[in-house]
Every structure is written in C-alpha cells, then in structure tokens.
T-cell receptor
Framework: DQQVKQNSPSLSVQEGRISILNCDYT??????FLWYKKYPAEGPTFLIS?????DKNEDGRFTVFLNKSAKHLSLHIVPSQPGDSAVYFC???????????FGPGTSLSVIP | EAGVTQFPSHSVIEKGQTVTLRCDPI?????LYWYRRVMGKEIKFLLH????????ESGMPNNRFLAERTGGTYSTLKVQPAELEDSGVYFC???????????????FGPGTRLTVL
C-alpha cells in the first residue's frame, strides 16, 4: 500500500533544459510534502518542501508545485545541471515531526 | 558541525547471525529516526525516538529487530537473528526538539548497507 508514488523510475534531460519530476499521493492527511536528493553511498538530503496550505514554493533553481485536489506535486529544476544527476525522492508527513513517507524515487540524469 | 554518523558503513553477515548498527545523531537533536531501503524500493520508516523514549515503532518489521537509545544520545539497532530479507540500507535521521520550528527538518546519515548471506 504505497501512499506516495513516483511513476517514473528514471528521467533524462539535456543540460540547461527543465527537469520535471512528478509525484502522486493517496493520503489526504499529509500536511507537508518534501523532496529529497540522494547521491550513491550517501543519505537523502533535504531539497525543498511545501506546506499543504500553499501551492508553490521556490528556492533558486528548484520549484515545487502542489495540486491538493489532484493529490499531485511536482518538482521543477530550471536550468538543469549535470550535478543535479541523482535519485530524487518525493516524501510526505502528517505533522512537522512525524515520520517521513517516501516514494520509490526517480533517477534523474542530466546530460551535458 | 558534524552531521549524522552511522557505523558500520557496510556489514556482511550470514543468516542467523546478529548485527548491531549504530547511529550518532547531530548533537542536541532530540528526535532520532530509523529507516531502511530494501532492494532499491522506497525508504521505509522503522521507528522514532524522542530522547530515550520510543515515540513510534509502528514500522518495526518484527521482534527480531531491537532499537535502543540509552541516555538519549546515540542509538543502536540490533537484528537477531538476521534473515535474508533483512538485507538493505539502514538510514538514521535526526531532528531538533519539537516546537523549535514549524517544520522539523530531518537530517539523514549515510546509511549502513547490510547484506545477509
């Protein structure tokens, strides 16, 4: 019973273009949504988050969009850089201190 | 400031043996979480400590897993006896005390890769 879904296991994008990573969730109790980035042999690193009361949060090249009615969020990276190549996990929590529920991840490759 | 550290980085054991994983959270972080990623699937929650108390252990798979956090500092996760399906990467994360921020970011360690043969 996967509460956070990332239907694209992998994505390849040309350097300089936009990367769009998608995520769907099923639990309407989630209040916070997060994106984590993970390099091989390292732990996940927090990238950006959004509260359920917002529909957009921007931080530099990274923007997260939330569509609560569709239970869908997306991460936009513009422009994409080779150093962005990593696995991106979509995640959610019910409260600010609750456990994090992760999606299966999307492996992003940014081609120079 | 040192991040979350985990020891060992890798462990290879035989089925039926015992393994103990250790996590040192960021100094001053009251919340400590254990997660694991099995077979390249999603990272799944195991349990959550607040200081030395278990706040939520709903993700612990069975009674072969025992987590402790004596003194509210470092934590250990013991698997006894280990089974083949326990193989995976075990992550530890920590965060500050409740109430210090509206959003309580969890900082993850590099993980321990456990292989059970």
């Amino acid at each position: 019973d996967q509460q956070v879904k990332q239907n694209s296991p992998s994505l390849s994008v040309q350097e300089g273009r936009i990367s769009i990573l998608n995520c769907d969730y099923t639990n309407s109790m989630f209040d916070y949504f997060l994106w984590y980035k993970k390099y091989p042999a390292e732990g996940p690193t927090f990238l950006i988050s959004i509260s359920s009361i917002k529909d957009k949060n921007e931080d530099g090249r990274f923007t997260v969009f939330l569509n609560k009615s569709a239970k869908h969020l997306s991460l936009h990276i513009v422009p994409s850089q080779p150093g962005d190549s990593a696995v991106y996990f979509c995640a959610a929590r019910k409260t600010s201190y609750d456990k994090v529920i992760f999606g299966p991840g999307t492996s992003l490759s940014v081609i120079p | 400031e040192a991040g979350v550290t985990q020891f060992p980085s890798h462990s290879v054991i035989e089925k039926g043996q015992t393994v103990t994983l250790r996590c040192d959270p960021i100094s001053g972080h009251d919340n400590l979480y254990w997660y694991r990623r099995v077979m390249g699937k999603e990272i799944k929650f195991l349990l959550h400590f607040v200081k030395e108390s278990k706040q939520d252990e709903s993700g612990m798979p069975n009674n072969r897993f025992l987590a402790e956090r004596t003194g509210g500092t470092y934590s250990t996760l013991k698997v006894q006896p280990a089974e083949l399906e326990d193989s995976g990467v075990y992550f530890c994360a920590s965060s500050q005390a409740l109430g210090l921020a509206n959003y309580n970011e969890q900082f993850f360690g590099p993980g321990t890769r456990l292989t059970v043969l």
